[in-house]
């Protein structure tokens, strides 16, 4: 089992950026395909970025370009790096992560993860 804790949300102006951090507890990280989905109220969980064991990443079409997606096995730690916010990017992000034995897997269904962070708040102003 692993624990997902999610930090770096807050307020930011249209344009600004924000980095997002992901830290699991426990040694297995290394076996984790990670995502990150995001969240307003009366919403579906929506897929952001997802990320494969060895590195091999796939973004949602509204944040292609903007967004990038790394993971540090180091530091037991995925990050969401979001470039040229837009208020339309307002929502709760989470992060997710599931074993999979695949290097190359990405996974990119909100269904498909077993594991969940407490969300972190990310408020873009215009």
């Known amino acids: 089992q692993v624990q997902l804790v999610e930090s770096g949300g807050g307020l930011v102006q249209a344009g600004g950026s924000l980095r997002l951090s992901c830290a699991a507890s426990?040694?297995?990280?290394?076996?984790?395909?990670m995502g990150w989905f995001r969240q307003v109220p009366g919403k579906e969980r929506e897929f952001v970025a997802a990320?494969?064991?060895?590195?091999?990443?796939l973004y949602a079409d509204s944040v292609k370009g903007r967004f990038t997606i790394s993971r540090d096995s180091a530091k037991n730690t995925v990050y969401l790096q979001m470039n040229s916010l837009k208020p339309e990017d307002t929502a709760v992000y989470y992060c997710?992560?599931?074993?999979?034995?695949?290097?190359?897997?990405?996974?990119?269904?909100?269904?498909?993860?077993?594991?969940w962070g407490q969300g972190t708040q990310v408020t873009v102003s215009s």
């Open positions: 426990g040694r297995t990280f290394s076996s984790y395909a």
């Open positions: 990320i494969s064991r060895a590195g091999s990443a």
């Open positions: 997710a992560a599931r074993i999979v034995t695949n290097l190359l897997v990405v996974v990119t269904t909100y269904r498909e993860y077993d594991y």
